[in-house]
């Protein structure tokens, strides 16, 4: 069963390292267990422009031309054979990831740190990376990458939740102390994410740590307290606002020297959750003695297994928000005006949604 589909469509389709053109391209047909959507909104991600420049390519993208973006919601327009759960007309948000299935992690539920990354011929997809993604009118997924959206959530909000359940899973890989403190460093729309939903699952307290327009909106959006790391010492600042240290740490910048800072500003007892992404240059020094004798706990978090329901569940009721985040919105054919947009946080940009088919 499926909704009248051209056979052709619009994309956003990289040609070359740097390089990337609107162009009509043959709209995909779902297969088993896949689902074709009709992109409704996607959201500029902040490693986008990193695979738009070419920084990664050979590996994010493998080949040219490839179409990327990752943090979309839409329409399923047709289902492929074995699909139960979805059907036509229904509204979903989608995921990037889609893990082999049987190897042990994708056993254990940890299908984003799949064994068999990158082997498509085993069933593993890692949208807008590997394969195809949403900067599209339409693409096709698994049904494991999609979910069902609840009413009232627009598809602008929704295409929020693969940065929302990014915040979320760092978070749940060490918990929120109900009444305690929680330091977020780097507030960028993960941080931001990482920030209301600390907020929303307990913490009394959250600090934000950065610098510049977005340290001001952290503040606006419902930061506690804010520290900038161009006129204090962050760790100081820190121990002097909570006397103790933090319950939790999540470092959302990805920055040089911030994990270190993460574990100073950690009372005893305390955890860090990593969940921006270094460049692979950057090797960190840590406090060796500080971590093992306040038994301070570290973990990597990557990307949003399991979590893209809650996040659904959460919008739709009010228990956090992303509307005021998203500051700027264009049309598929302004991708340029988007990205340069976006990468130069102009007009203190946050988050930078395109609406392939326009407004809803």
């Not at 240059?281 to 003695?289: C, G, L, Q, T, W």
Request: charged residues 20%; negative net charge; aromatic residues 6%.
């Amino acid at each position: 069963m499926s909704a009248q589909i051209p056979n052709t469509a619009k994309a956003c389709v990289l040609t070359a390292p740097g390089k990337f053109e609107i162009q009509e391209v043959n709209v995909p047909k779902p297969g088993y267990q896949e689902v074709l959507c009709k992109i409704r909104a996607v959201a500029i991600c902040g490693s986008d422009p990193e695979i738009i420049r070419g920084d990664l390519a050979g590996e994010w993208p493998p080949q040219y031309p490839f179409i990327a973006g990752h943090e979309w919601s839409g329409e399923v327009c047709a289902v492929g054979e074995g699909v139960s759960g979805l059907k036509v007309g229904d509204r979903v948000a989608g995921e990037a990831h889609k893990g082999c299935g049987f190897c042990q992690n994708c056993l254990e539920g940890r299908y984003t740190i799949c064994l068999n990354y990158g082997k498509e011929d085993l069933g593993h997809e890692h949208y807008g990376f590997r394969v195809n993604g949403a900067y599209a009118q339409y693409a096709k997924y698994s049904v494991k990458s999609v979910k069902k959206m609840p009413d009232g959530v627009s598809f602008a909000e929704a295409a929020m939740v693969d940065t929302l359940g990014v915040a979320l899973h760092g978070i749940e890989l060490v918990g929120i102390r109900p009444g305690g403190t929680s330091v977020v460093i780097g507030p960028g729309p993960i941080g931001l994410s990482a920030m209301r939903l600390a907020k929303s699952m307990g913490s009394t307290r959250v600090i934000v740590v950065g610098r510049g327009s977005r340290l001001q909106a952290a503040k606006e959006l419902g930061a506690d307290d804010i520290v900038d790391i161009n006129a204090v010492d962050p760790v100081e600042q820190v121990q002097l606002l909570t006397e103790i240290g933090a319950d939790q740490v999540f470092e959302c910048s990805g920055a040089r020297g911030t994990l270190g800072q993460a574990i100073r500003m950690c009372r005893k007892g305390g955890k860090v959750s990593l969940l921006g992404v270094a460049s692979a240059d950057v090797m960190e020094e840590v406090p060796f003695k500080y971590t093992t004798h306040n038994e301070i706990l570290i973990t990597g978090s990557r990307a949003n297994p399991n979590v893209s329901q809650k996040v659904l569940e959460m919008l739709a009721s009010g228990s956090v928000q992303v509307k005021e985040m998203i500051t700027h919105r264009f049309a598929l054919e302004d991708f340029d005006k988007a990205l340069d947009t976006f990468v130069g946080r102009k007009e203190n940009a946050v988050k930078v949604v395109i609406l392939p088919h326009g407004e809803e």
